[in-house]
């Protein structure tokens, strides 16, 4: 297919395109910006195209694959900002709820247990709240990732049980 035929094919399925991204997203600026994104990934990896496949369904999979990867990074992102005049503030969630006056009390009895745990578990647990993945913390203790996992697991269960009078 040559470059006039795969942008002439590409342009003469826009408005499905636009219907679908539509449906997707339920926003037409959104939706806009899914189609535009769409043809840019088409064009940019036009040569990934395989002559004789179906070319609808390979433009509709990157369309159908960029929302979800959006939609999953948009999922991560627990804050927003919102910019205003001076600067970028940071705009809490409404329904989440925020530590109460009890709450420096709480996480004191908490790190205290952590910290009576034994080396093997505290370890691996202080370092995936730290935010490592499962994998890095394998890779940097030298274990295997199963072990890391179970670890991890069970120092959840034993603070469970040493912290019960605080759950809610």
Known sequence: MTQIQFNNALLGLQDKLHYYA???TADKERANDLLQETFLKALTYREKFTQNTNFKAWIYTIMKNTFINDYRRNVKTKNTFEGTNN???LNFSKDKIYP???SFYSSKEINKSINALENEYKVPFTMFLEGYKYKEIADQLDLPLGTVKSRIFFTRKKLEKSLNEYAV
């Open 22 to 24: 539509l449906s997707l």
């Open 87 to 89: 600067d970028f503030h």
């Open 100 to 102: 109460g006056p009890d």
